[in-house]
C-alpha cells in the first residue's frame, strides 16, 4: 500500500511505525473470511482491510477522528485473528492500537461513553476497587434492569458469589519440590486474582510440583493491556512491572516470567515494543519481553508428569484469541490436556472470538453476545464435560451462555498430576487412580 506521510509525521516513531505497517497491506482481503466483525455484520468497514484504509487516511492527513472511524474502529476486537491469516506479515496490533491511541487524542466521546471508559481504567486494574465494585453489585442487584444496556452487561458478568482473595498471590518465595530445575516469577494479575483466585493457586502447585521455584515479586502487579487497548497510556502499569522483574532478575535470575492470562501474557510479550524508545527502560523492557511465557509453554518445556489419575473428562479446549493470534501458541495447551488424560474436542471455528477481548464484552455488549453465543453453541456441539481456555475473559464471557463448567487449563493439569478436583467440576464414573 503505498503512503505519503511527510518527513516532520515520520519524525514520530509510532506514525513511523504505522507507515511501514501500512506499506506491508497489499489489500488481498485474506483478513476479511477470519474477522469476527466482518463475519457476523458484513461491512467492509469492520473487517481489517476496511479499518486499515480508516486509519491510513486519519493518520495520513493527520485529522482528528470523525464518528465513522470511531465507531469501526471501536467495534474491532483486536482478536488478531488477521494477523494469523494475513500472508504478508502485516502488523494490525500495533496499527490499531496507534489508531486508537489517536482517537483518544483527537475525538470527544459522549459523556457516557467517557465515563464508562474511565471508570474501566480506573477500577478493573486495581483489586481492591474492583472488588469493593463486585460488593457494591450485589447490593445494587435490584436496580439493574434500570440501568443502561452497557452497565447492565457489565453487571451480568459478575459472580453471584465473590471468593476470597489467595494469601498465595502476596509478595513471597514458593519453594520448588524436589530439585529445583527452574526459577520464575508468576504474574498475579489484576481482575483474574479477584475474579478466579484459584487460578494462580493451581499454577503455582503445578510449577513447584515440576521443579519451579515460584517468586511473587513486590511491586508487580496490572499489565496495562486493558487500559492500552482504551487507547490510553498504560506505561505506568508496565513499566512498574518491568522494574519489579527486572530486580528479581537482577539479584537473583529468573528463568522465565510465567504468565496465566493469555490477555496479559500478549501485553506483556510487547514489552519491547512499547518501551523501543525509552532511553532507561528499553533494554530492559525487551528483556521482560523475552522472558515472558505463557503457563502452558514452560510446562510444555519441561514436560508433564504422569498424571496420577484418569479423569475421563471431555474437554472442549477454547484457544484464546490472545494465545492462538497474539503469541502464536496453538498446540501446547492440547498436547498437555491429552498429556494429562483428558479427551480433548476440537471447537468448530476455534479461530473466531467469543467476544470477551478485553473490556470489548462491556464497551460493545451486542456484537459480543452475539459472538459468545456463536462459540457457545460451537462448543456444545462437541458434547464436553468441561471447556478449558487460558484467560480469564474468555471464561468469564463464555460462563455466561452455559451450564457447562468452564475452567483454567492450569486448574486441569494440576488436578490430573495430584492437585484437588477443581471446584464445580464433577467427579466423572471413569476417575481412578493410575
Request: with cysteine; charged share 25%; proline share 6%.
Amino acid at each position: 500500500m503505498q503512503t505519503r506521510f511527510t518527513e516532520a509525521q515520520l519524525a514520530d516513531p509510532d506514525t513511523a511505525s504505522s507507515a511501514g505497517i501500512l506499506r506491508a497491506c497489499v489489500h488481498c482481503g485474506f483478513c476479511t473470511a477470519t474477522c469476527p466483525t466482518y463475519v457476523l455484520l458484513g461491512d467492509e468497514l469492520d473487517s481489517p482491510r476496511g479499518r486499515i484504509y480508516l486509519i491510513k487516511d486519519m493518520l495520513e492527513n493527520d485529522r482528528p477522528a470523525t464518528e465513522k472511524v470511531v465507531k469501526h474502529i471501536d467495534r474491532c476486537l483486536s482478536c488478531l485473528a488477521c494477523m494469523t491469516t494475513c500472508p504478508s506479515g502485516v502488523n494490525y496490533m500495533h496499527l490499531v492500537d496507534h489508531a486508537r491511541q489517536h482517537i483518544e487524542r483527537t475525538y470527544r466521546r459522549p459523556w457516557q461513553d467517557r465515563a464508562m471508559r474511565r471508570m474501566l481504567e480506573m477500577v478493573l486494574p486495581k483489586p481492591g476497587r474492583f472488588r469493593a465494585m463486585l460488593l457494591a453489585r450485589r447490593l445494587g442487584q435490584p436496580l439493574i434492569p434500570l440501568m443502561p444496556a452497557k452497565l447492565r452487561a457489565m453487571a451480568s458478568m459478575a459472580p453471584s458469589r465473590l471468593p476470597r482473595a489467595s494469601r498465595m498471590d502476596r509478595p513471597r518465595r514458593h519453594r520448588a519440590e524436589g530439585t529445583r530445575i527452574r526459577r520464575v516469577a508468576l504474574m498475579i494479575g489484576c481482575a483474574q486474582r479477584v475474579l478466579a483466585p484459584q487460578i494462580n493457586e493451581a499454577t503455582i502447585r503445578l510449577l513447584t510440583r515440576h521443579g519451579c521455584e515460584v517468586v511473587v515479586s513486590r511491586g508487580a502487579g496490572c499489565c496495562g493491556a486493558l487500559t492500552h487497548h482504551l487507547g490510553r497510556d498504560a506505561h505506568d502499569l508496565a513499566r512498574a512491572n518491568i522494574l519489579a522483574w527486572s530486580e528479581e532478575l537482577e539479584q537473583r535470575g529468573l528463568d522465565a516470567i510465567v504468565i496465566n492470562a493469555s490477555g496479559c501474557g500478549t501485553t506483556v510479550k510487547d514489552y519491547g515494543h512499547m518501551f523501543r524508545t525509552d532511553p532507561e527502560l528499553a533494554d530492559k523492557a525487551r528483556t521482560i519481553s523475552a522472558l515472558a511465557r505463557d503457563i502452558t509453554e514452560v510446562i510444555g518445556e519441561i514436560g508433564l508428569q504422569r498424571p496420577s489419575i484418569v479423569t475421563g473428562q471431555r474437554v472442549a479446549y477454547h484457544s484464546a484469541c490472545s494465545l492462538q493470534h497474539g503469541q502464536r501458541v496453538q498446540a501446547e495447551p492440547r498436547k498437555l490436556l491429552a498429556a494429562a488424560g483428558f479427551e480433548v474436542a476440537e471447537v468448530p471455528e476455534g479461530h473466531l472470538c467469543c467476544g470477551s477481548a478485553g473490556t470489548y464484552n462491556l464497551l460493545q455488549p451486542e456484537i459480543a453476545g452475539q459472538l459468545r453465543d456463536r462459540k457457545v453453541a460451537n462448543i456444545e456441539r462437541t458434547r464436553p464435560d468441561v471447556i478449558a481456555a487460558g484467560n480469564i475473559g474468555c471464561m468469564t464471557q463464555i460462563a455466561t451462555g452455559t451450564g457447562i463448567p468452564v475452567l483454567h487449563t492450569v486448574e486441569l493439569l494440576d488436578w490430573a498430576t495430584g492437585g484437588p478436583r477443581p471446584p464445580g467440576l464433577v467427579a466423572n464414573a471413569l476417575q481412578a487412580a493410575v
